[in-house]
T-cell receptor
Framework: GAGVSQSPSNKVTEKGKDVELRCDPI?????LYWYRQSLGQGLEFLIY????????KSGLPSDRFSAERTGGSVSTLTIQRTQQEDSAVYLC???????????????FGPGTRLTVT | KQEVTQIPAALSVPEGENLVLNCSFT??????LQWFRQDPGKGLTSLLL?????REQTSGRLNASLDKSSGRSTLYIAASQPGDSATYLC?????????????FGKGTHLIIQP
């Protein structure tokens, strides 16, 4: 596609429910990133995929958060038992990673605004 | 741990002025630095990327410089226009090990008065 797409654009959920957020990267981009933007914290990095593998999951805020990527393309970020502090905009980005090249420009999607009531 | 700071946090100037936004980072071990703009309720638009071996990049009225050794970058906007009003974010990709995500500053909220 022309750019990174995310769905849904908005999600309102009740505390305690599970939610799934979807990211569709730019075609051919092997690297995919999830970030969270909240009023108090600014933009924070959550997790990175190279292909279908996530080398480091330490950026995920808690064990209620998980992410997967299949087929080297679409990724889902799942939040279980949502809490009010999970309310934020979740942004996805992708980049064309070339081994041995330092050009890792990231292109961002429009984000999913999650509100936990 | 890499930290990114942006100054000023907010800026309001009349249309037509040239202006400079500042970004500093604590660890010079970076692959690159990116400048983004974010419009209200929207995602991030990449403006310029400077690789660690470069000193500056230019795109139209925008010029970004990088001084890796001192941990500083500036974004210069020439002949500002009301359409430039947005939040400008600076981010670095840390090469010192660990996760491969960008570390962002908190942004400069820019208003260009018509």
């Amino acid at each position: 596609g022309a750019g990174v797409s995310q769905s849904p654009s908005n999600k309102v959920t009740e505390k305690g429910k599970d939610v799934e957020l979807r990211c569709d990267p730019i075609s051919g981009h092997t690297a995919l990133y999830w970030y969270r933007q909240s009023l108090g914290q600014g933009l924070e990095f959550l997790i990175y995929f190279q292909g279908n593998s996530a080398p480091d999951k330490s950026g995920l805020p808690s064990d209620r958060f998980s992410a997967e990527r299949t087929g080297g393309s679409v990724s889902t970020l799942t939040i279980q038992r949502t809490q009010q502090e999970d309310s934020a905009v979740y942004l996805c980005a992708s980049s064309l990673v070339v081994i041995g090249d330092s050009d890792y420009e990231q292109y961002f999607g429009p984000g999913t605004r999650l509100t936990v009531t | 741990k890499q930290e990114v700071t942006q100054i000023p946090a907010a800026l309001s100037v009349p249309e037509g002025e040239n202006l400079v936004l500042n970004c500093s980072f604590t660890d010079s071990a970076i692959y690159n630095l990116q400048w983004f703009r974010q419009d209200p309720g929207k995602g991030l638009t990449s403006l310029l990327l400077i690789q660690s071996s470069q000193r500056e990049q230019t795109s139209g009225r925008l010029n970004a410089s990088l001084d890796k050794s001192s941990g500083r970058s500036t974004l210069y906007i020439a002949a500002s226009q009301p359409g430039d009003s947005a939040t400008y974010l600076c981010a670095v990709l840390y090469s010192g090990g660990g996760a491969d995500g960008l570390t962002f500053g908190k942004g400069t909220h820019l208003i260009i008065q018509p």
